[in-house]
């Protein structure tokens, strides 16, 4: 099981920038898919962004296309999301998760990973 752990959360005003940090463990974690999840209080967790194995494609909910670039340095097993003109809509727990490759199912859900972060929280302030 690959561990991860996060980093970079903060509280930021709206316009601002984070960059957040998902470094794992494992010699094999670049070619494992990689997910950024957030959940707000009340409410269940939602994608936001995924890469595939080593690098080759990106993925972006409605939301945060644009503003959000997600990218992995796998010389450092640590996959980041930098967050760019943010807004208080972004104030939520971010997660990231990761799943071997060739895995079947969808990657922008839940349940397709099985190795998770602990959250780093992110608030925007307006």
């Known amino acids: 099981q690959v561990q991860l752990v996060e980093s970079g959360g903060g509280l930021v005003q709206a316009g601002g920038s984070l960059r957040l940090s998902c470094a794992a463990s494992g010699r094999t974690f670049s070619t494992f898919t990689v997910g950024w999840f957030r959940q707000a209080p009340g409410t269940e967790r939602v994608f936001v962004s995924a890469?595939?194995?080593?690098?080759?494609?990106?993925y972006y909910a409605d939301s945060v296309r644009g503003r959000f670039t997600i990218s992995r340095d796998n010389a450092k097993n640590t996959v980041y999301l930098q967050m760019n003109s943010l807004e208080p809509e972004d104030t939520s727990l971010y997660y990231c998760?990761?799943?071997?490759?060739?895995?079947?199912?969808?990657?922008?859900?839940?349940?397709?990973?099985?190795?998770w972060g602990q959250g780093t929280q992110v608030t925007v302030s307006s």
């Open positions: 998760a990761a799943q071997p490759p060739y895995s079947r199912g969808d990657r922008r859900a839940p349940s397709f990973y099985d190795a």
């Open positions: 890469i595939s194995w080593i690098g080759g494609n990106t």
